[in-house]
């Protein structure tokens, strides 16, 4: 800014320097032109009267009566009618002296006129004189009268001085300059503005010259040769200047004098006006520019908004948050953590309550969020419901409690009025001790919450080495599970399920194991959940399920028993449409009738799929499949669902059973579960019995089957085959 008000100010002045010179030079030419136009009308019109003066001259050689000086008064007068001669007259050299007009002329003044002419051809009277008729001022004009070719005296005339006046008003300059005719002494001869008779030089000799060079002197001297001169000086405070032009008459000069307060009033008012242009367009400039500038930073400010403000909370956004992580960590001196929460069962909410009401919880987590925050932190929404904190942090004890406040606060501020889901807020925390990209710290912080969300009570999981352990641990079976299906590292183990009331093993549950060399066999837990989250369970149950109707297929050919058995599959089959198909043709290629085959499906999976869940159950029922529940009683089912969907079998979970003895109510709620789903005509399975006394209660309440412990673990298909052949 200061930079461009520098070279404005310098441009300025250089440009008013600039508009000076030109201006000067410019008048300078005016000046001289003007004086030379002076100059060259004061010779013209000299000139011309001369050529008059000498017409009347033949004139008057013309004329006879040279002795009736009557008559040549009488034609002198009469010439001067024609011309702008007031007066005429001729002398004699014979001493006789003829007047246009009666007046009283001194004899010295004629015979002086004659022998000036008689001596240089014409006559031009060196300085103003009277005119005897009415003493105003005139220039006398001298011409030889010629007789037979020799000179016989003079012709001469008066020419009136205001006759020149407007040859001194130096017109070509408005009037605003003089002129005057000078002789070489500095005399002058004509003028207005200093009278005839005083001398010009006087005026110089106060006068200051801005050209170096110039001096009264040396115009003088110039004078002296007869040259032009064009010199400016001061004089009296102002500026003049001054042209000096010979005439052909005499030894005189023309002198034109512009004084320059006009001019520089002028070029001031010139410079002003180019000054003011100038502004304006410097103005207009600024204003355009100042436009662009706001139109640009609007823009800006509008595309910031796009790229770093989430538009539905007002919040940062997750761009903004990479973008300013560094500064704002470093800006919170060393002790910080970085948070991910997010609304546990957000998508019922948008499913319950509808988009908006969604969008309104959103908001105020964020306002909440933003109440929250002390100086130095930072928050923003990363996705839907997931936002990402970094904040300030002292210990864990009190960091918990910052969080259980927040989610407090949550939960009474942001709940749906009138709705019975209660906001849940799960934390992933990281506290920052090691200087690692903030993508790393993120990865951190959702394992953390990945866990968090899996806990009951305070959703707060603090991220450490063990989840780091873990993730490498799934990684690596995530990178061996495709190896270990083809080198039959997978195989399947058989739990017996027992018939209550005669304790016979009336079908077995075929379970998962993987065989890992040294490290041994490893329980389905540890690999499902990851195999459902990569999609790879699709493959291993259809595996399963082979490896089951082969053995089928063997006992039959062995004359062994067939006896049904359950296989579990993953709800990811249910959006499969090629599920039952696929299943079909496998099973038939074994040549193994369909009832043998038990469909196990999860509670839960039936609870989120209700619809989706039935379709494939009356599929499955159509091929000649049987299908159970399984886990009943672990999560939602209610006893409605059962009644909707056509189970064969439902199978209570183990949990269900646990603490029973203890409790006269959950016996009772075993009970009256037992007696519904019985008589709804389903077959009810008893899991994870291990105790005579759970076996008792569960064979009182009518129970059909048990698995569990107590009759059998799950074992291998040779141990299994050889309680086949213990069936008769
Ligand atoms: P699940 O279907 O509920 O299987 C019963 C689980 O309870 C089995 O664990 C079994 O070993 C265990 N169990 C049986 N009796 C008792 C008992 O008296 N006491 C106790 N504490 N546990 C008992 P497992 O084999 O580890 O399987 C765990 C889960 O893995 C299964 O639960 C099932 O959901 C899943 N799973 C197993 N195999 C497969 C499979 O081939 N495909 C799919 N999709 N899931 C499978
Ligand atoms: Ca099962
Ligand atoms: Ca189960």
């Given at each position: 800014m200061l930079l461009g008000a520098i070279i404005i100010a310098a441009g300025v002045t250089l440009y008013w320097r600039y508009v000076g010179n030109v201006l000067e030079l410019d008048l300078k030419r005016h000046v001289a032109s003007a004086g030379e136009e002076a100059a060259d009308d004061f010779d013209r019109l000299m000139f011309a009267d001369l050529q008059t003066l000498r017409s009347v001259a033949r004139a008057a050689e013309n004329f006879s009566p040279w002795e009736d000086s009557a008559r040549m008064s009488r034609f002198l007068r009469v010439q001067t009618q024609h011309n702008a001669f007031q007066f005429l007259g001729i002398v004699l050299l014979d001493g006789r002296v003829f007047l246009s007009h009666n007046a009283e002329l001194a004899p010295a003044f004629t015979s002086g006129i004659l022998a000036e002419t008689m001596e240089k051809g014409v006559y031009m009277s060196s300085s103003l004189l009277k005119?005897?008729?009415?003493?105003k001022d005139v220039l006398v004009e001298g011409v030889l009268l010629r007789r037979e070719d020799r000179p016989v005296g003079v012709l001469f005339a008066f020419l009136p001085a205001e006759r020149f006046e407007p040859m001194l008003k130096?017109?070509?300059?408005g009037d605003r300059g003089f002129s005057l005719v000078v002789r070489r002494d500095g005399t002058v001869v004509l003028g207005k503005e200093i009278p005839a008779g005083s001398s010009a030089f006087v005026l110089l000799e106060r006068a200051a010259f801005t050209d170096k060079g110039d001096s009264l002197t040396s115009i003088r001297r110039g004078m002296r040769s007869g040259n032009h001169a064009l010199v400016d000086y001061r004089l009296d405070g102002s500026r003049q200047f001054l042209h000096l032009m010979p005439l052909s008459i005499n030894d005189w000069y023309m002198f034109s004098i512009l004084p320059t307060a006009f001019v520089e009033q002028q070029a001031r008012r010139l410079a002003w006006t180019s000054l003011a242009l100038v502004a304006f367009i410097l103005l207009v400039f600024f204003g355009l520019i100042c436009c662009l500038f706001r139109v640009r930073s609007v823009s800006n400010r509008r595309l910031f908004a796009t790229a770093?403000?989430?538009?539905?909370?007002g919040a940062a956004n997750f761009n903004s948050m990479c973008e300013d992580f560094s500064e704002k960590l470093a800006g919170m001196g060393g002790k910080a953590a970085l948070v991910v929460f997010d609304i546990v069962k957000f998508k019922v909410i948008n499913d319950l309550h509808g988009y908006e009401r969604g969008n309104k919880v959103l908001q105020r987590v964020a306002d909440v969020l933003r109440e929250n925050m002390r100086p130095g932190e930072f928050f923003c929404r990363s996705t839907a419901d997931n936002f990402i904190m970094l904040l300030s942090y002292e210990d864990r004890r009190k960091f918990r409690t910052r969080l259980i406040l927040l989610a407090a606060q949550i939960r009474r501020d942001c709940t749906v009025a009138g709705s019975c889901l209660l906001l849940d807020a799960a934390f992933g925390v990281y506290e920052i001790t090691e200087d690692i990209p903030f993508y790393i710290m993120l990865d951190r912080t959702h394992l953390a919450l990945d866990n968090a969300k899996r806990m009951s009570g305070d959703k707060i999981q603090f991220y450490d080495e063990a989840d780091l352990r873990r993730i490498v641990a799934e990684k690596q079976i995530e990178n061996s599970m495709e190896e270990a299906l083809e080198r039959g590292d997978f195989s399947v183990y058989l739990q017996p399920k027992c018939d209550f009331s005669t304790g016979r093993m009336v079908g077995a549950e075929a379970l998962v194991r993987w065989n890992?060399?040294?490290?041994?066999l490893v329980r389905p837990d540890d690999f499902i959940p990851i195999f459902e989250k990569n999609g790879f369970i699709l493959r291993l149950d259809m595996f399963i399920l082979e490896q089951v109707v082969s053995l089928l297929a063997q006992w039959k050919e062995r004359g062994l028993k067939q006896v049904p058995i359950a296989v579990n599959f993953s709800r990811l089959h249910l959006n499969d449409s090629r599920y039952i198909p696929q299943m079909t043709r496998l099973v038939d290629k074994y040549g193994v009738p369909h009832n043998l085959i038990e469909v196990e499906l999860t509670e839960n999976v039936i609870f989120n799929n209700r619809e989706c869940a039935q379709n494939v159950i009356r599929g499955l029922h159509r091929k000649g499949f049987s299908v159970a529940m399984d886990d009943f009683g672990s999560g939602y089912s209610s006893l409605n669902v059962l009644k909707n969907l056509q189970f064969d079998g439902i199978k209570l979970d183990k949990e269900f059973l646990d603490g029973f003895e203890e409790n006269a109510n959950a016996k009772k709620v075993i009970e009256g579960a037992v007696d519904m789903i019985k008589s709804l005509g389903v077959k009810v399975i008893a899991e994870g019995v291990e105790t005579k006394e759970q076996a008792d209660f569960l064979r009182a309440t009518g129970c059909d089957v048990a698995q569990g412990y107590l009759f059998s673990k799950p074992m291998d298909v040779e141990a299994f085959e050889s309680w086949l052949k213990k069936l008769d």
């Open positions: 005119n005897p008729q009415d003493g130096l017109a070509a300059l770093f403000i989430d538009p539905l909370t890992k060399g040294d490290a041994g």
